[in-house]
């Protein structure tokens, strides 16, 4: 059965039309009769949605998207996967949310300096899971602890500076080279760059300085290490 046949008959079963199955979803009617039509195919988000409102199992979705063979999900991944929602739903946690946060991966970057002089690299070392982020990149240095520890990785999502609020965490590159993780404050004088350990001083660029030799990769939307 292809993706499209299914979500036609799940939502027939349902008793629902097209336009009421966007709403759900979030979608536009337009996208949701590409979707029957076989002219597009749904997200890993669409699909996770999917799951929860048909309560039908996620993997199989997946497998039905790919064109693999649905009856190779094995009776003990089914389990598996039951017993986790089972567990989330009593502590009270949304598990479409969770299954949504697994399935998206983003790419870990080379490493950036905290302080520490480390050349920004822009290949992908690795990819880990994550969401409202667009990439990953790891973190060396001692300039932002104890907020940041050294050893961690950063998730960053790109956004134009305009959108930047002041003091909040951003990825840099400066003097054309170095990535840091700083505390950024934009005034019409220059950009100030700040660390959280005072045993770093505050940098200063001007604004032709900034345009010449700096460029404002995205905010920092979350900080991992480990214990």
Known sequence: MSIQSLL???REKRGINQNELAKMLGLNMST???????IRKPSKKVLIKLSNLFEISLEYLLRVSEE????KTTDREDEEIFQIRNYL??????????????????????LTGAGANILAQEKAE???????????????GDSMEPLIRNGSIALIKRIRIEQFRNLDIALVIVNNDQALLKRLYLTKEGIWLLS????????????????RECLFLGKAVEIRFNL
């Open 89 to 110: 739903k009593q502590k009270g946690i949304d598990a479409g949310n969770v299954f949504e946060y697994l399935q998206e991966q983003i790419p870990l970057l080379g």
């Open 126 to 140: 690795d990819y880990i899971y994550g969401a409202n982020a667009d990439f990953a990149v790891s973190v060396h």
């Open 32 to 38: 949701i009769s590409a979707y029957e039509r076989g």
């Open 8 to 10: 036609k008959e799940l």
């Open 196 to 211: 959280e350990n005072s045993a770093y001083d505050p940098i200063f660029f001007k604004p032709k300085e900034w345009e």
């Open 68 to 71: 693999l063979d649905p009856s």
